[in-house]
Nanobody
Framework: QVQLVESGGGLVQPGGSLRLSCAAS????????MGWDRQAPGKQRELVAT???????DYADSVKGRFTISRDNAKNTVYLEMNSLKPEDTAVYYC????????WGQGTQVTVSS
């Protein structure tokens, strides 16, 4: 059974940083595509970042240069380092794991506000 548990969200001022973590069980991160999606109020869920099993990464244009996805295979954990945060980054962030289908965690709230 795949379980993804996110942590690290919170309230941060514009220009600040946060690091999200996603602890995975039932899936070996180094063998599968992992990523982060987000959903802002009243908007559709959107892809933020993806890391393939090869280590290749991809980012939404809106976060390129500011966000970095990484993983720790020993801890079976994937991270999202978020810098230069903007109010429009406010959303619930979901960890995503892809096997025969996509799985998501329960989400963690990120609020960027002064």
């Amino acid at each position: 059974q795949v379980q993804l548990v996110e942590s690290g969200g919170g309230l941060v001022q514009p220009g600040g940083s946060l690091r999200l973590s996603c602890a995975a069980s039932g899936i070996m991160l180094r063998l599968h595509s992992m990523g982060w999606d987000r959903q802002a109020p009243g908007k559709q869920r959107e892809l933020v970042a993806t890391m393939e099993s090869t280590g290749n990464t991809d980012y939404a244009d809106s976060v390129k240069g500011r966000f970095t996805i990484s993983r720790d295979n020993a801890k079976n954990t994937v991270y999202l380092e978020m810098n230069s945060l903007k109010p429009e980054d406010t959303a619930v962030y979901y960890c995503r794991g892809s096997l025969s289908r996509d799985y998501w965690g329960q989400g963690t709230q990120v609020t960027v506000s002064s």
